[in-house]
């Protein structure tokens, strides 16, 4: 039988109801080795208190629903397992996001950066339906298979400080995810994407802290990709103006 | 139902105390005032070199005083931590992509020290 272990859970707790500003509650929770946090706020809400609040769905570490603040460590609550930790863990909000209640955050913000981007295939040409698939070797998938990885959990934007002191910054995943659709054979919208993406509140806000990579759980490394969006975007800088008779 | 989100305020000046992965990258950041510092000093030394042989000899003197010699070690430190921090990263700003392998990321950052090493030999080559 596995080992029951107690453990004091430290949770943020904050109603706009009622509440001016979020305050810490405790609960003692009967912990077993194998449970991650996230099991553990799942007993405080079966048995102990049916008013927290958090966002979780699969409990494997692909929906991306469960990021929360674990001892100030931006973790996954499915990924993040109670034998890692002593008896006494705190649970917050992502940083660096608005709190809408208790441990569930306001995303808006991420979910209209990640469109701005454009995150889908822009063909390069129109194609009939016809004439097939767009075909892609091995070779091409690699170039940008770790980037499809992304599970938009936000882990990324609660460990930059550049997000946290500057909210216009467009911000790890979003760029990563333009990264994907640029470096993808089959894509023609970097262009397009670019737009967004180089401006100054684009990639250019990055000073290359590389917290989120360090916090990524599916190793997306989104500092990575932000770096080579970086020269990239400053190739196409000096093509347009030390070589403009070159066409991109 | 009305919402009313909350907004945790970050210190614009203390933010980076939160967190060691955060220092780190302040160490790094600050390390490139030494840097400064020293092309500010190379700047001093050609000023001096145009005020003839006498006024050059003197700055020459200046820097092996203790002061100039402490000065160079902070600054030697300083430019090592810095380019070593920059060294170490930058497989994922550049990686290269052979077939469908990446060249792993060991052979990327040795290389950059392999050429360090080199262009320091043949400098340390040229000056003595
Ligand atoms: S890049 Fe990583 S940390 Fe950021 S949203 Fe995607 S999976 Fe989460
Ligand atoms: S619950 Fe889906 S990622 Fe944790």
Redesign the pocket.
């Known amino acids: 039988m596995s080992e029951e272990r107690q453990i004091q859970l430290e949770v943020l707790r904050y109603n706009p109801e009622t509440d001016s500003q979020p305050r810490f509650q405790t609960y003692t929770v009967p912990c077993v080795n194998e449970w991650v946090v996230?099991d553990a706020l799942n007993y405080v809400k079966e048995n102990l208190d049916p008013t927290l609040s958090y966002r979780?769905?699969?409990?494997?570490?692909?929906?991306?629903?469960?990021g929360y603040m674990i001892n100030g460590e931006p973790k996954?609550?499915?990924?993040a397992f109670i034998h890692e930790y002593g008896d006494h863990i705190r649970v917050e909000p992502l940083a660096h996001f608005p709190i809408e209640r208790d441990l569930v955050t306001v995303v808006e913000d991420f979910i209209a950066k990640l469109a701005s981007v454009k995150p889908y295939l822009i063909p390069k040409e129109d194609k009939p339906i016809s004439a097939g698939e767009f075909k892609q070797t091995p070779a091409e998938l690699m170039k940008f298979k770790q980037y499809t990885l992304c599970?938009n959990?936000m882990l990324c934007y609660a460990a930059c400080p550049q997000y946290g002191l500057v909210p216009e910054f467009l911000g790890p995943a979003a760029i990563s995810m333009a990264h994907r659709y640029n470096q993808d054979s089959r894509d023609g919208g970097r262009d397009q994407r670019q737009e967004v993406v180089a401006s100054d509140e684009g990639v250019w806000e990055c000073s290359f802290v590389g917290a989120c990579s360090e916090v990524c759980p599916k190793h997306v490394d989104p500092a990575g990709a932000l770096q080579q969006v970086k020269v990239a975007s400053t190739i196409d800088w000096y093509k347009e103006h030390l070589m403009p008779w070159v066409k991109k | 139902m009305s919402r009313k989100p909350y907004i945790r305020e970050i210190s614009k000046t203390r933010w980076f105390l939160r967190q060691p992965r955060y220092m780190r990258y302040m160490a790094r950041e600050v390390t490139c005032i030494f840097i400064f510092a020293y092309t500010f000093l190379l700047i001093v030394a050609l000023a001096r070199l145009s005020q003839g042989p006498d006024a050059f000899q003197e700055f020459l003197n200046a820097l092996r005083s203790p002061l100039g010699v402490l000065f160079n070690l902070a600054v030697l430190i300083a430019a090592v931590y810095h380019s070593m921090s920059w060294f170490n990263v930058t497989p994922q700003a550049m990686p290269i992509q052979q077939g469908e392998e990446f060249v792993p990321g060991s052979i990327i950052v040795g290389a950059h020290y392999g050429a360090w090493a080199v262009i320091s030999l043949i400098i340390l080559f040229l000056g003595v």
Do not use: T
């Open positions: 996230l979780w769905s699969c409990h494997m570490a692909v929906c991306g629903s469960c996954l609550g499915c990924k599970i959990c």
